[in-house]
Each structure stands twice: as C-alpha cells, then as structure tokens.
C-alpha cells in the first residue's frame, strides 16, 4: 500500500503555487488528502480575504478535488487521548494544530507541513515536501 499524504495549509499553497514536484506527484497519484479542519481554515481565508478572481478560484478548485477526511468519533478519541498526553508532557500546540495531528494519527496519514509544531507529536509523521 502506497503511502497517503494529509496536507497542512502551508502544503495546500505549495500545491497550488506548484513549489514542490514531489508534492505534484502525489496529488496526480491521488494520495493526498485534506483535515476537514484544514479545509475549514481554508475557507476561512478565502472568506475573510479579497483575492484576485482566479486565484479565489484555483483555491475553490482544489478544495473539490482533494478529498476531504471527516473529523469523527475514532479522531475525537484520538484527540483526548493526545491532547492528555501533551499536558502531561508540558507540552501544547494550538487547537486547530492539535485537531489536525490527531486527524492524521487517526487516519495513519503522513502529515505534510512546514511547521515545525508538529515535530513535538509523538508518534505523527511529518514531511516538507519540498
């Protein structure tokens, strides 16, 4: 079985700035995926900002494609669980951080991110994909 990608938002504009040919490879392989969270905070930004007409569409585009993974009961478990284990570690990331790692977790995906946040994750696997 082929590894499956799960893409941060900063993945997301690498994808759409096509920065990163590994990254291309494996969304034309259809192993990528997005954190219904991250689709979220995309929508979010295209709400929340004015961008030029075809770039607003670019990103609407790709948010039909990418199939989007949805937060149920076996990442909210994973998610208490985690975010326990992070407190008794003094550890903590930012909500929507955390609700992305344990989506990826859950779904045994790689996260694709930038962020380094994530490398404090026991157990996540993280790439650049740059």
Same mark, same amino acid.
């Given at each position: 079985?082929?590894?499956?990608?799960?893409?941060?938002?900063?993945?997301?504009?690498?994808?759409?700035?096509?920065?990163?040919?590994?990254?291309?490879?494996?969304?034309?392989?259809?192993?990528?995926?997005?954190?219904?969270?991250?689709?979220?905070?995309?929508?979010?930004?295209?709400?929340?900002?004015?961008?030029?007409? +075809?770039?607003?569409?670019?990103?609407?585009?790709?948010?039909?494609?990418?199939?989007?993974?949805?937060?149920?009961?076996?990442? +909210?478990?994973?998610?208490?669980?985690?975010? +326990?284990?992070?407190?008794?570690?003094?550890?903590?990331?930012?909500?929507?951080?955390?609700?992305?790692?344990?989506?990826?977790?859950?779904?045994?995906?790689?996260?694709?991110?930038?962020?380094?946040?994530? +490398?404090?994750?026991?157990?996540?696997?993280?790439?650049?994909?740059?």
């Amino acid at each position: 079985m082929k590894q499956r990608f799960m893409l941060d938002t900063n993945a997301v504009r690498l994808l759409l700035e096509r920065r990163s040919p590994q990254l291309d490879q494996w969304f034309v392989e259809e192993r990528c995926s997005l954190s219904a969270i991250v689709a979220a905070e995309i929508r979010f930004g295209l709400a929340r900002r004015r961008l030029p007409e +075809a770039r607003a569409a670019l990103v609407r585009d790709l948010l039909e494609v990418l199939p989007v993974e949805a937060f149920d009961e076996q990442v +909210a478990k994973i998610y208490g669980q985690l975010r +326990a284990d992070l407190q008794r570690l003094g550890s903590t990331l930012a909500a929507m951080d955390l609700l992305i790692a344990s989506q990826a977790l859950a779904l045994e995906r790689t996260l694709v991110t930038h962020d380094q946040v994530f +490398a404090n994750v026991p157990g996540l696997l993280c790439c650049s994909a740059c």
